[in-house]
Structure formats: structure tokens, C-alpha cells
């Protein structure tokens, strides 16, 4: 059967405008922003076997923010710092960093976006700095490489070795120096080039929490002063809670933002307050804390519905004896549940309305 030119011109219009409005979906999300991550995925195989390492994951980071990014060993962490690296390209989505689309770099652009648009400080200080050069020769190196003067590199790496307390290093290798002072100095080198994205993989990973401070404040430093977008992989607890936004991966995707939010405390003093927000994706997941999931025994779908303002979510009893769904139904019902009767719900749980702080 042959379809008519009308239909033919007009499902080829309709095509277009599926076409032309993903595009503008694609184009418009993360506008503005410095890094995008776009739904991205990164699939690893060898001897037959793949590994999903980032499935999926989105995030933006604005210019001038200092994020910190926490989750278990291989949550995908490391390899996602390594993707904005541009050390490692992702196998779908997009990632783009200063506008530069990193999956569609070529080789020499690649190396150019490595030198200019940013710095990066490995865990390990071996890593990150020539044991036979000084301080200053370091910093200077990635000067040089960019055909910056003589005397312009020694004027910006003693600029930069002096606002990260560590002048007084210029002159010393990596073995006199302590991995306080190694790190700020490795710090200083990936500011050379004056990069918009800092990345920092697990940088105080090595070090007692007294030195662990001095790094995480010359990070600061590099953020505040010198106008460094900084991104930090930690394990440490105590780090996450000096940044005003932490994000956390679990299976190769974000899951929640902890954000810190200034309030007045009864006394009327200005304090920072924590709050754990879950992160909903473009495609409308969400990620429930597994603590949450176990408690409730929640496992495979659960019920939802809308209410006056929020979502509400029960486990599903449908395959329990009844004796078990009434008291299933119980223990998960507020106010407005699924069996919409307030009578049901206990004393000590919520009665339906929104949390004060970001728990729709």
C-alpha cells in the first residue's frame, strides 16, 4: 500500500518536530552551567565480562562553586572525575565542561583542554609533582609547556606557591617537603595555567585530619580567591560538611544532595543547617535510601500517590498473607494513603503534609 504524498509531507513534519524539540531538550539542559553531564553511561568490558560504571548519571555544576562528591568504592566516582578529566571519554551521553563537548574532542584538542581548561590533584602525592624539581620549577612546567615567558611563570608560581601558604617550599624537592605542603604545592601546579574546573581525586586520602584541614583550606583559597570551580572526591565526612553542596553516587548515578542552607537558630544567631535532599533525575527516578527501602521492606515496586503537596510512597503487600497486609497497611498509610483512612496511621508518623525543609 502506498502512502499519499499529504501523509507522506506530513509524518515527515511531525518527525522534524520530534527532532527539532529533543534537540532544544538536549540543548537547554544545563544552559549556563559549567559542568554538564548529560545522562551519561560507561560501560568497561573485558574477557566477556561488562561493567556499568556510570549508568545514566546527570549533574551540573555552576561556575564558581566548590562541590564536594562522596560515595562507596565503585560507585563510579572515580571514574566520572576522570571522564571531566579528560583521561577517559564516556561510552553514551554527553558531558561538556566550559561549553568543549569532551566526547567529541579530537587528540590535539584533548591535550589542549587538559592544559588550559583544568587541574587535576591525585590522591597519591608521588602523582602529582616531579620528585627531582622544586616547588617552583613544578609550577612553573605547565607555564612553560604553554609558551608563557620566563619571567611571567617565576612571578605566577611564587604568586601562587605564596597564596596557598607554601613560599617558604619554593626552593625544595618533593622529599623535604611534607604531604601537607606537597599537596599545596600540587595544588598550585594544577592552578598554573589558571584552569575554570579544579578536580581534587581523594586529595587529604593520605593525610592526619590536622593536614587534611590545611589542604581542604587551600582548596578553599582556590575557590574563593584565585576563581577556581572546584570539584572534590572524598571519602572524609568531615570535608562534605565544609561545602555548601555535597553530592552522593551510588550505582553510577547521583542520589542524593546534602545542601547547607543558613538559619536563624532560637537565639537568633546565623548557624549552617544540613539538609539531605534526593535527587530526581530527567527520566523522574529517584533513588530511595536503602535504609529506608529495608525498613519499610520495600523491594521490587511500590505504591504511589499524589497528594495535596507531595508524592506519598508505600510498599506493595499485595503477596502477603492477610493477617500481614493489614498490618503492612498500617504502618505505611499517613494521612490521604491508600486506604485514605486517617484511623490507620500511627501516632509518631507524619500527617501527610510536607516536610519544613525539602522532603517532597
Same mark, same amino acid.
Given at each position: ?8 509531507v =506530513?509524518a ?6 520530534l527532532? =527539532?524539540?529533543?534537540?532544544r +531538550?538536549?540543548?537547554?539542559y ?8 548529560d545522562?551519561?553511561v560507561?560501560?568497561?568490558s ?7 560504571? %556510570? ?9 564558581g ?12 566516582k ?9 583521561l577517559?571519554t564516556?561510552?553514551?551521553g554527553?558531558?561538556e ?16 583542554y ?20 622544586? +616547588?617552583r620549577?613544578?609550577v612553573?612546567?605547565?607555564?612553560r ?9 617565576d612571578?605566577r608560581?611564587m604568586?601562587?606557591? #605564596?597564596?596557598?601558604?607554601?613560599a617558604?617550599? +619554593? ?9 601537607g ?6 595544588? =598550585? ?14 586529595p587529604?586520602g ?5 593536614? #587534611? ?12 580567591? %584565585? ?7 572524598t571519602?572524609?565526612? +568531615?570535608v ?5 553542596r ?17 538559619? !536563624?537558630?532560637?537565639?537568633g544567631?546565623?548557624?549552617?543547617q #544540613?539538609?539531605?535532599? !534526593? ?5 523522574g ?5 536503602r ?18 503537596d ?7 503487600r ?6 500481614a ?6 504502618s505505611?498509610?499517613a ?5 485514605g483512612n ?11 503534609n ?7
Amino acid at each position: 500500500m502506498t502512502m499519499p504524498a499529504a501523509s507522506k509531507v =506530513a509524518a515527515a513534519s511531525g518527525i522534524a518536530e520530534l527532532g =527539532a524539540e529533543a534537540l532544544r +531538550a538536549r540543548t537547554s539542559y544545563g544552559e549556563g552551567a559549567l559542568v554538564v553531564c548529560d545522562r551519561v553511561v560507561r560501560i568497561y568490558s573485558g574477557d566477556g565480562i561488562e561493567v556499568q560504571a %556510570l549508568q545514566g548519571l546527570d549533574l551540573l555544576i555552576d561556575e564558581g562553586e566548590l562541590v564536594a562528591m562522596i560515595g562507596a568504592s565503585g560507585s563510579g566516582k572515580s571514574t566520572l572525575i576522570n571522564i571531566l578529566a579528560g583521561l577517559d571519554t564516556p561510552t553514551a551521553g554527553r558531558v561538556e565542561v566550559a561549553g568543549q563537548d569532551l566526547g567529541a574532542l579530537s587528540a590535539r584538542e584533548r591535550l589542549a583542554y587538559r592544559r588550559q581548561q583544568v587541574g587535576f590533584v591525585w590522591q597519591q602525592t608521588s602523582r602529582n609533582l616531579l620528585p627531582y624539581l622544586t +616547588a617552583r620549577q613544578n609550577v612553573t612546567m605547565p607555564l612553560r609547556f604553554s609558551g608563557v615567558s620566563a619571567r611571567k611563570r617565576d612571578k605566577r608560581a611564587m604568586e601562587l606557591l #605564596a597564596t596557598l601558604g607554601v613560599a617558604h617550599c +619554593a626552593n625544595r624537592t618533593p622529599s623535604r617537603m611534607s604531604g601537607g605542603e606537597q599537596q599545596r604545592a600540587a595544588i =598550585a601546579t594544577a592552578l598554573a595555567n589558571a584552569p575554570r574546573l579544579l578536580l581534587a581525586d581523594e586529595p587529604t586520602g593520605e593525610l592526619d585530619s590536622h593536614t #587534611a584541614q590545611d589542604v581542604f583550606r587551600a582548596l578553599q583559597t582556590a575557590n574563593t580567591e %584565585l576563581g577556581a570551580t572546584v570539584l572534590v572526591v572524598t571519602h572524609d565526612p +568531615a570535608v562534605s560538611t565544609q561545602v555548601r553542596r555535597t553530592v552522593a553516587i551510588r550505582d553510577g548515578r547521583t542520589s542524593s544532595e546534602t545542601l547547607q542552607h543558613e538559619v !536563624a537558630d532560637v537565639l537568633g544567631h546565623i548557624v549552617q543547617q #544540613a539538609v539531605e535532599y !534526593a535527587v530526581l533525575d530527567r527520566a523522574g527516578r529517584v533513588q530511595l535510601p536503602r535504609e529506608m527501602t529495608e525498613q519499610h521492606r520495600m523491594r521490587d515496586r511500590v505504591r504511589l500517590r499524589s497528594l495535596e503537596d507531595h508524592i506519598g510512597v508505600w510498599p506493595d503487600r499485595s503477596g502477603e498473607s492477610p493477617s500481614a497486609n493489614t498490618v503492612g497497611a498500617r504502618s505505611g498509610n499517613a494521612a490521604g494513603g491508600p486506604s485514605g483512612n486517617p484511623a490507620d496511621r500511627p501516632a509518631n508518623s507524619p500527617s501527610g503534609n510536607a516536610p519544613e525543609e525539602g522532603g517532597k
